[in-house]
């Protein structure tokens, strides 16, 4: 029975099948031919080829003389690429991810922050500054919380001045559809304000030290929660 692909047969074959192999629909199978994927999903080889090329060059698979295409061990995917990210967080949940997204995240944005303090302009000040006041407006109800937690925290990543951490962008954006909704659960409630202010205040302040003390803060107020989660008799 051919899958519903959508109106892009390629990039439709390239999420199912990408989510098919993160959540390990293929483990312990050959993975299929681009004829048998072709005659499965009633498309051309050309779509299914289009497709394959794709995931190995997410690092999804590789194809090798003699094996055929074979499914990459997970150290060989690309963990940066959205859709690989993506498709991880949909299958089984894994505190262990949420701990090494929060890892990288500590390790990544209090220094986003810092340099935002020395170097962000005023059009990226207000950028901060209006991704905390959706935060207060989704407190009263009136923007989406999970939206605007992302929209501050991305800013801050654009406002280094780095392209480097602007890169991450997508990525936190991501994760953080997962990290949000978990850690509210586990704490009760939204995101902290307070601690979301103190952040943009040190930054505005160019208070540089005080800006990456501020997001550690933060980001280490996650960690907590996940590893309180963890304890025995607790919420997970």
């Keep these: 029975m051919r899958t519903q692909l959508g109106r892009n047969l390629t990039h439709g074959l390239l999420d199912t099948l990408g989510r098919s192999i993160v959540i390990g629909a293929y483990d312990g199978k050959a993975f299929p031919t681009e004829a048998e994927l072709a005659k499965q999903h009633s498309i051309s080889r050309s779509v299914t080829r289009e497709a394959v090329k794709m995931l190995t060059a997410k690092g999804l698979l590789s194809a090798r003389p003699r094996q055929g295409t074979i499914i990459q061990p997970v150290s060989a995917w690309n963990l940066f690429d959205t859709d690989v990210l993506k498709w991880l967080l949909e299958r089984k949940f894994s505190i262990d991810l949420l701990r090494q997204f929060s890892e990288l995240r500590i390790a990544i944005e209090p220094q986003a922050a810092a340099l935002a303090a020395a170097r962000a302009t005023d059009n990226e000040l207000q950028a ?78 160019r208070d540089i030290m005080g800006a990456r003390a501020a997001m550690e803060r933060l980001i280490g107020d996650v960690i907590d929660l996940i590893e309180t989660s963890e304890t025995p008799g607790t919420a997970s």
């Design 128 to 205: 901060i500054s209006a991704g905390l006041q959706r935060m207060e407006a989704a407190e009263e109800g009136l923007d989406d919380p999970l939206e605007a937690d992302i929209a501050f925290h991305v800013a801050i990543l654009r406002a280094s001045g780095n392209p480097f951490y602007a890169q991450f962008r997508d990525v936190v954006s991501t994760a953080l559809r997962t990290s949000i909704r978990f850690t509210n659960r586990i704490a009760g409630r939204t995101a902290n304000i307070v601690e979301h202010a103190a952040v943009r205040d040190a930054i505005v302040a």
